[in-house]
């Protein structure tokens, strides 16, 4: 089958190293009725192997004659092919089951951020994500407090999933190769860390407000959402950075924050 060339646009780099694919399906372990979804499956270099273990498949891919190209494969009866831009795709339409879906992905690194946190948007339906991302991407996600890569996103990700970094990927395995090595992580959606936030947009303003300044102490970052005395009241030292703060505190601070804004509320 004759494919065009990879769009810079569209920031494809397509997975070719069949050693690197072989411990992809390894890492996942399909089962035969799982319900799998894998986003940019290009030139079907996953979704051909993934479909030897499954007895279904939908894949989501934006370029148009790669889509046209993926549904003309033998292996069509056991494959949907969507069509449609991820970032704006709603995956209850394949099903609203809890835990049901299991993702994969080669996320396109220009736009990875944004769509993962797409995706956890609807993390409920998911049993567990595997996707290909830039390292230092990964890297961050799965940051420690107190290291050089902790920051809003690994405070984002850890809130909402137990995050492993699997193996590292180099650019040779992709053609055209990226410009940075990648690596392929594992995050399983993890309801009871969710279910202690009460409100998940203060939260993630929250994180945001905390890191918006990395040098400044916690108190400086977080004026005009809390005090120095309610931030102790959350067991929390305002004079420490935001990267010196676990999970847990970032989740007090923020139902701190959700409850004096609910008070306000009913005193009005």
Do not use: W
């Amino acid at each position: 089958m004759t494919f065009n060339a990879p769009r810079k646009n569209l920031g494809q780099h397509f997975l070719h190293d069949r050693n690197i694919i072989e411990k992809i399906v390894a890492a996942i372990r399909p089962q035969r009725d799982d319900y799998i979804v894998e986003i940019g499956p290009g030139r079907g270099a996953l979704t051909l192997p993934l479909l030897q273990f499954v007895d279904h498949l939908d894949v989501i891919e934006l370029d148009r004659d790669l889509a046209k190209s993926l549904a003309q494969l033998p292996e069509q009866p056991a494959l949907t092919v969507h069509q449609a831009n991820a970032l704006k795709f709603n995956f209850r339409q394949i099903s609203s089951v809890p835990a049901s879906l299991r993702l994969v992905g080669n996320l396109p690194y220009n736009i990875s951020t944004p769509l993962l946190f797409h995706v956890l948007s609807q993390a409920t339906i998911f049993r567990d994500i595997h996707v290909m991302l830039q390292k230092e991407v990964i890297q961050r996600m799965v940051a420690d407090p107190g290291s050089r890569t902790y920051g809003r996103l690994s405070v984002a990700i850890q809130a909402r999933c137990q995050a492993t970094e699997l193996f590292s990927i180099k650019p040779g395995s992709f053609l055209p190769p990226p410009k940075v090595d990648s690596a392929f992580i594992r995050l399983v959606p993890d309801a009871s860390i969710m279910a202690t936030i009460h409100c998940e947009s203060d939260f993630d303003m929250m994180v945001m407000q905390a890191f918006s300044m990395r040098r400044k102490k916690l108190s400086n970052c977080l004026k005009g959402m809390l005090s120095a005395a309610e931030i102790r009241s959350t067991d929390t030292n305002p004079d420490v950075r935001a990267e010196t703060l676990d999970v847990d505190a970032f989740i007090r601070l923020a139902n701190k924050f959700t409850t004096n804004t609910a008070n306000d509320k009913r005193v009005e």
